[in-house]
């Protein structure tokens, strides 16, 4: 079992850190959040414990997240958050130093890698790799990279939107763009601030856009009930939101995440262009799991698109996979230490 524990690969994601240990699957699935005590400058609580105080800290704590836009905003709380997530992973193997594969967003710089890398092994791997998130997703969602076939891949997380043409293991053109998960529930917020003058926080915008939330516009009218402050009188209030609102507020964000599919599919080669075109576009990452959102990539491109199964996790399970088979996946396989 010892031998098995000693491959990790991270899912290193802006809102949520997925964990995967070799013969064991996915072992944590934890937001990506640290909470300090600024006296001390001490991490107090990391994950879902540090979650659950967003909001609800008095003023010598703050919770934040070190992760910005998918790649690290602040190293030292990365480091201890990674090192929490592997020795919360392993459990009573933490003696063995792990090998560890991290995925990073697809336009990652060198230095962003070397980041990564750097903060894995300070936290405890013996050797550490990176690994662009569009062709872990799509080993993850048993996508044959090898082939001399292009594949095109649409990985939707919290941070940012990755988009990439697959072809012999490698990817031939990608684009990422820091607009995804969190810049819809923005933009709910600033939805619900300006219709009902009411403020709420991100986690009811979420569970707005989780309920009733979609891509496009249908006669399938949702409505879940929001409670929030009310801006004039200060006191609480409720109100009640649709899916077609929902689908207005989120629509200049949606417009930039189709641009920038539209973007990577105006770069790519005629020869790989008409295997998109046959065999269509697969969506991974949890922001796929919008509401028809394939309908509006194929509205868009004319393209069919499909959404993954196990969406959200089909990075960290490609993690697994390529660690299982580091030698067939040496070519997109970056930075190791």
Same mark, same amino acid.
């Given at each position: 079992?010892?031998?098995?524990? #000693?491959?990790? =690969?991270?899912?290193?994601?802006? !809102? ?6 070799s013969?064991?699957?996915i072992?944590l699935n934890?937001?990506? !959040? ?9 991490i ?5 414990e /540090?979650k659950?105080m967003? =909001?609800?800290? *008095?003023?010598?704590?703050?919770t934040?997240r ?5 790649v690290?905003a602040?190293?030292?709380?990365t ?17 063995f130093k792990? $090998?560890?594969m @991290?995925? !990073?967003?697809?336009d @990652?710089?060198?230095?962003?890698? #070397?980041?990564?890398? $750097?903060?894995?092994i300070?936290?405890?791997?013996r050797s ?5 998130? *569009?062709?872990?997703?799509?080993i993850?969602?048993? !996508?044959?990279?090898?082939? /001399? ?6 990985? &939707? ?14 990817? @031939?053109h990608c684009?990422?763009?820091?607009v995804?998960?969190?810049k %819809?529930d ?12 009411? /403020? ?9 856009? &989780? ?6 516009a249908?006669d399938e009218?949702?409505?879940?009930a929001l409670?929030?402050r009310d801006? %004039?009188?200060?006191?609480p209030?409720s109100?009640?939101?649709?899916t ?6 989120i629509?200049?964000? %949606? ?5 920038a599919?539209?973007?990577v599919?105006q770069e790519? *080669?005629?020869?790989?262009?008409s ?5 269509g576009? %697969? ?6 799991l919008?509401?028809n959102?394939s ?7 004319? &393209?069919?698109?499909? @959404? /993954? ?5 089909c ?5 697994g996979?390529?660690l299982?088979?580091l ?6 396989i970056?930075?190791?230490?």
């Open positions: 079992m010892s031998l098995f524990a #000693r491959k990790i =690969g991270i899912d290193l994601g802006t !809102v949520n850190t997925l964990v995967f240990v013969g064991r699957g072992v934890e937001p990506s !959040v640290v909470a300090v005590s600024l006296p001390e400058n001490k107090l609580a990391v994950g879902d /540090a659950e967003i =909001g609800k800290t *008095p003023d010598t704590i703050v934040y070190p992760m910005k836009d998918g690290i602040d190293y030292k709380a480091e201890a958050m990674l090192r929490y997530f592997i020795g919360k992973a392993l459990g009573r193997l933490n003696m792990p $090998e560890v @991290v995925s !990073v967003p697809a @990652v710089t060198s230095t962003e890698k #070397r980041a990564v890398v $750097e903060a894995a300070k936290a405890g791997a550490a790799y990176v690994v662009k998130e *569009p062709i872990l997703a799509a993850g969602a048993g !996508v044959p990279i090898q082939e /001399a076939r292009g594949h095109m891949i649409v990985d &939707i997380g919290g941070g940012t939107t990755d988009v990439a043409v697959i072809s012999l293991g490698g990817i @031939v684009t990422s763009a820091r995804a998960g969190n %819809l923005q933009a709910v917020i600033n939805h619900v601030k300006k219709t009902f003058n009411l /403020a709420i926080g991100d986690r009811t915008a979420e569970e707005i856009k &989780i309920a009733v939330g979609s891509a496009v249908g009218e949702l409505t879940c409670r929030g801006f %004039l009188t200060g006191l209030k109100a009640e939101i649709s077609n609102e929902v689908v207005k507020a629509d200049s964000e %949606l417009r930039d995440m189709i641009k599919i539209k973007q599919l790519t *080669p005629p020869e790989l262009a295997d998109i075109i046959e065999f576009i %697969l969506m991974t990452g949890g922001g796929s919008l509401r959102i309908e509006l990539v194929f509205r868009s491109t004319g &393209i069919n698109a499909t @959404v /993954a199964n196990d969406a959200l996790l990075v960290a399970k490609g993690t996979r390529a299982e088979h030698d067939a996946y040496k070519r997109s970056v930075a190791k230490k």
